[in-house]
Structures are given as structure tokens and as C-alpha cells.
């Protein structure tokens, strides 16, 4: 089936985030920012028409996660992600942040501080600011246009033991790394020795680069005891807005105790548009779309690397390998946080995520969205090259 991934989705009179935050001069000519980490066209026909008989039927009653629901979320994870999971190892909550503050919560005293591994999202910090709760920093390391993770020092974070909860994002957002099965399995081991908590966000893990797979972090037995891997529609089906998230928690005990925090949240049930989202989304029908929405990004991806190098090479592009962002280092035109947003936009009209959204040190980077069409990313990284910065 052929899909149409080169018309824009409508933002007007939709109240739509990245449309507010879409500089006029860009609007004002037809151009999309490459800000905020969501598709620029449609999402799946298959989520659409669910959500449409939905509310054709009329009823928006309390919703919960009946076989039916878990049996599409299971089959998901089998075809998807090639991860068996068991029915009762889903919990259902609002969202990927929601889940992150659910677990400072329920893991972390007020004493106690959470691990990130910066760049990083940075609504983990905030959600820790927000519970008192501190956030202690292990950066990961720049190699070879690659970013690893420093596990030495995170063995010496994780071995003191106010530090309760890690934070993992796999892919890495930012950069679009996908840590290695390795990788993973020293961070399982640590966690076990010292009984950390890990927390991976992988919300962007169905979209993965030509070589690359990501090895579901609650997958590895050496880690289960304490693994909670976070999961939704939010990347993949272009729903950032619909505050919904599927948690894998196979250790009975750990599940247990987040789903009572979780309660203790006033969590009441699953929003009855994303259950049928959840349904449309996480079938046949959903995984051929989604197949076919990452073959586009991954020759976005190709292409924009192969531009960037050989027309831009003063500004070096991280090698991605998953998600649909790349990290792009704008040190060399010596321009930091607003500023270098201010010179994007006023000079070459490119708007993209500042690097200062990512933590402390990064504010001569930035972070491009590359869900968008082939004709804006061409448009985009001409009036790049060719503007006097």
C-alpha cells in the first residue's frame, strides 16, 4: 500500500504546540520548523479509523485494559520489537513523564536523587525538580561521531546509594544512538550489584536505522529485577499528545509497588480515544504503516548526512541510528543558546530544537527533526548553505 508522507499535516486552529512555537517568518512562507519531536504528516489510517468508529459509537465511559487490549499490546511487542512479553507485565499510565515522576515517587526518597546521562531530555530534571528530588549527571562520551556511555563512572554513581533511579533513553534523544545489547547488559549488571532502579524510555525504539536494533531494556534477565521499560504511541503513531503509555514490568514485585504509586496519583483509567488508538495502531494494518514511515525517515536521514558532509562539514552531524532526530554541532560559527537560534532563523530560516534544551554544555548544538518532507529538508538545508551566518 502506498502512503502519503509528503503533505503536511494541518496545525492551524488546532491548537498545536509546534505551531506556536513555529517562528512567523517561517509560517509566513510555508515553512515547517524542524523543532519538537513530532511527524510532519499523518498518522497511520489504520490509528485514524479506530479512533474514528470510537467515536462514531458515542461512548467515552471509564476504560480499562481488557484481553482484548492486552493481546494487541503483546502481539505488538512480538512483531515490533521481537520481544515476547506476558499480559501482566503491562501497566497502563498517563504518559512517558508521568511514569518517570510515578517512579521518583515510589523508588526515590526525598534524600535520594535520580541519574541522567546527559544531552538528555530534560523533563526527567524537571520532573525531579518538581518532587524535590536532585539529578546528578553522568555525560555520555563524544567518539568517533558516536556518543557511549561512561560506565565507570556510572558504576561509582550507582554504587552510592542516594542515587535510586536511572534514567535510560534508548534510542538516545538527542543524538538518535542506539546503545548496543553490550552495553546494555553492563548497565543490567551494575543495576543488579547495587539494586538501581532502571527506567528506559524507549518510546522511540520502533524506529530504527539500516544495522541497528534496540534490545528492549526489561528483555535481559540480568537487569529484570529492576528494569521498567516505558512504551506508547507517542513517536511512532505521531501522538505526543495523547498522554498515554504502556510500562513493561516484568518483576511482580517492582510492578506492583509502581502501580500502587500510580493509583496513589489519581490515576483512574486509559483514555478511551487512546485505547482505540492503541488498537488501531498495534495491528497488521499499524506495522506496515510504520514500516513504511521508517524507510522514508532512514533515506531522510541518508540524505541529510550525505548533504550536511558534503556541503556543510563545518557543522558535524552525529551518526543516528534510531529515532528521527540527528544532533548537529554548531560550534564552529561560535554562537551559543538564543543567539545561535536568533542567527538560524533570521539568516537561513532553519528552526530546530536548541541544544541548550539538552542540559548544561551543549548550547552550541542543536537538534533536527527529520519527520518531515523531502521538499522542506532540501528547502532547509539550501537556504542553510547558502545563508551568510
Known amino acids: 500500500m502506498q502512503y502519503d508522507f509528503e503533505t503536511i499535516v494541518q496545525r492551524e486552529n488546532c491548537g498545536s504546540l ?47 485494559k481488557d484481553e482484548g487490549y492486552l493481546a494487541q499490546v503483546t502481539w505488538w511487542m512480538r512483531e515490533a520489537r521481537d520481544w515476547d512479553i506476558r499480559p501482566e507485565w503491562v501497566t497502563t499510565a498517563y504518559g512517558t513523564i508521568f511514569s518517570v515522576a510515578t517512579c521518583i515517587r515510589a523508588f526515590v526518597a526525598p534524600d535520594e536523587r535520580i541519574i541522567v546521562q546527559p544531552p538528555y531530555y530534560t523533563r526527567y530534571k524537571q520532573a525531579a525538580d518538581r518532587l524535590g528530588r536532585e539529578t546528578v549527571c553522568n555525560p555520555l562520551r563524544p567518539e568517533g ?34 546503545f548496543t545489547k553490550e552495553e546494555l547488559l553492563e548497565v543490567a549488571r551494575l543495576s543488579r550489584r547495587y539494586g538501581t532502579i532502571v527506567f528506559s524510555d524507549e518510546i ?64 483512574g483509567s486509559i483514555d478511551p480515544c487512546a485505547y482505540a488508538a492503541t488498537m488501531g495502531a498495534y495491528s497488521p494494518e499499524g506495522l506496515e504503516w510504520l514500516r513504511a514511515a521508517t524507510q522514508e525517515i532512514r533515506g531522510h536521514s541518508a540524505f541529510v548526512h550525505q548533504y550536511m558532509e558534503e556541503n556543510l562539514p563545518q557543522f558535524p552531524v552525529m551518526k543516528n541510528e534510531g529515532a ?66
Not at 538560524?344 to 554544555?361: I, K, M, T, W
Open 324 to 389: 528521527f532526530v540527528c544532533w548537529i554541532d554548531f560550534s564552529a560559527l561560535a554562537k551559543q543558546g538564543a543567539e545561535l537560534e536568533r542567527s538560524l532563523v533570521e539568516r537561513a530560516l532553519f528552526h530546530v530544537d536548541p541544544g541548550s534544551n539538552y542540559g548544561e554544555g551543549y548550547e552550541s548544538f542543536a537538534r533536527m527533526n527529520l519527520a518531515s518532507t523531502r521538499k522542506q529538508l532540501e528547502g532547509a538545508l539550501k537556504r542553510l548553505r547558502q545563508a551568510r551566518m
Open 145 to 178: 561521531g558516536r556518543y557511549y556511555m561512561d560506565l565507570a563512572g556510572l558504576e561509582r554513581q550507582m554504587a552510592d546509594r542516594r542515587n535510586r533511579l536511572l534514567i535510560l533513553c534508548n534510542p538516545h534523544n538527542p543524538s538518535g544512538r542506539v
Open 18 to 64: 509546534k505551531r506556536s512555537m513555529t517562528p512567523r517568518a517561517l509560517l509566513e512562507r510555508g515553512l515547517v520548523s524542524f523543532a519538537a519531536g513530532e511527524m510532519d504528516y499523518a498518522t497511520a489510517p489504520s490509528l485514524t479509523a479506530a479512533v474514528m468508529e470510537a467515536a462514531k459509537n458515542g461512548l467515552f465511559g471509564f476504560t480499562l
Open 204 to 267: 522511540f525504539a520502533e524506529i530504527v536505522l539500516e544495522g541497528a536494533a534496540v534490545t528492549p531494556y526489561a528483555s535481559l534477565s540480568e537487569g529484570s529485577p529492576c528494569a521498567i521499560t516505558c512504551t506508547s504511541l507517542g513517536k511512532a503513531f505521531n501522538c505526543t499528545g495523547m498522554n498515554h503509555a504502556n510500562l513493561i514490568i516484568p518483576d511482580k514485585r517492582l510492578r506492583e509497588c509502581f502501580q500502587r504509586q500510580r493509583d496513589r496519583d489519581h490515576y
